[in-house]
């Protein structure tokens, strides 16, 4: 009997977590065929990659404000979203120019605001106080895979037109799959009344506040990271350019999936703090030694980026289970778009300043820009470990 409702439960995480693999390709498909978009339209990956984590800012202020994702049915926001995505990114290869390119890429961005953070309610409705680290590491896992996917259909050699469509109808499954086997769990709560200043009051509880901040300083480093990891391996004097994608993808995707799987464990045994603060120590001194691995022997430079690609979004789960554990349970879902509203739009100032760095020095030297946000993730860590202690004694 126990294992049998242990399968029944674990089934509509799996799909879950499928759908943050499928509908989640769409986030790099542009920045992974960039070369080719900057001859055929004149625009740089910055420019599309911030794009969309504009359009992703603005999509989750507007569900935080609304509290669509605490209010609507979500897995049909989910459906309704990954579709749209999907939509947005098929229609990209008809385009001719930058700005309808800019617009659709912003418009994927606003879309997707409805399908990676209601994945991570949806799974916490599923999961119970002692296997939501494991859970939501299960589901970032499958979101860094996702978000890697496009940099292994580059390395397959397919032509950029190939690359989009193919994430597009990753997305689209993602959406018929969110649709049919896709339901909110036991744990989910009931529509709470509209409450618009909710994501404002969230930032005045100090412990609340010491998360974001924590997370703030995770995101700062991440997507710059996942935006620039190509760049950097090409910039590295040892590694064959046409292997970048594919030890991109290894490190991204499968490296950074381990990562997630691994510290959601640990989380479950020892706390969500403690292993983001450790991951974080990871992935910061690894911005530090990547100017002097890149002109190492390519075995070096592989395992380099492999360990700074499991430490650098090992911790993006923790984040989610710490801030659920703090925040009124009617609005976790709200809760959770704000946090990651707050960090996406941090993203977009990233990612342009190590592109800044790399004009002012090089690609290898450009990654020592990323330090910042594992600093401040540390102290903000350190200081929410100092208050819990603070508060039980």
């Not at 499928?18 to 900057?38: D, N, T």
Request: charged content about 10%.
């Amino acid at each position: 009997m126990g294992r049998h409702r242990c399968a029944a439960q674990l089934r509509p995480r799996a799909a879950i977590a499928l759908v943050q693999v499928l509908g989640l390709a769409v986030w790099f498909s542009a920045s992974a065929v960039a070369p080719a978009l900057q001859r055929e339209w004149a625009v740089g990956a910055v420019l599309l990659t911030v794009a969309v984590q504009l359009g992703f800012v603005a999509g989750a202020v507007g569900s935080a404000v609304l509290t669509l994702a605490d209010r609507l049915p979500p897995h049909r926001l989910v459906a309704c979203s990954a579709l749209g995505a999907a939509a947005c990114t098929a229609l990209l290869t008809l385009v001719d120019s930058a700005g309808p390119a800019l617009v659709l890429r912003a418009l994927t961005g606003l879309f997707l605001a409805g399908v990676y953070p209601v994945g991570m309610k949806l799974t916490t409705s599923w999961s119970g106080p002692s296997t939501r680290g494991r859970d939501l590491g299960l589901l970032l896992a499958a979101l860094t895979l996702g978000s890697a996917l496009p940099h292994l259909l580059g390395g397959l050699a397919l032509p950029w037109r190939g690359v989009l469509l193919g994430a597009a109808a990753a997305g689209a499954l993602a959406a018929v799959i969110a649709a049919v086997a896709v339901r909110p769990g036991p744990g989910h709560a009931p529509s709470p009344p509209p409450n618009p200043r909710y994501a404002l009051a969230l930032l005045h509880d100090r412990t609340a506040r010491l998360v974001v901040l924590g997370y703030l300083g995770h995101m700062w480093e991440l997507y710059a990271f996942w935006t620039w990891l190509p760049t950097y391996l090409a910039a590295a004097t040892t590694v064959p350019a046409e292997s970048a994608h594919l030890v991109a993808f290894a490190a991204a995707g499968v490296a950074g999936a381990a990562g997630c799987v691994v510290a959601g464990r640990a989380a479950d045994r020892v706390g969500p703090v403690p292993v983001a603060l450790a991951a974080l120590a990871v992935s910061g001194t690894c911005c530090l030694l990547a100017p002097v691995v890149a002109d190492g022997a390519p075995a070096a430079v592989v395992g380099f980026v492999l360990l700074w690609g499991a430490a650098v979004i090992a911790d993006s789960a923790l984040f989610t289970a710490a801030l659920s554990d703090v925040v009124d349970h009617r609005y976790v879902g709200t809760a959770l778009t704000t946090q990651t509203a707050l960090g996406f739009l941090l993203t977009s100032a990233a990612i342009p300043t190590v592109a800044a760095a790399a004009a002012l020095t090089d690609w290898r030297l450009a990654a020592v820009a990323l330090l910042p946000g594992p600093l401040l993730g540390v102290r903000a860590l350190r200081a929410l470990l100092a208050r819990r202690v603070t508060l039980e004694a």
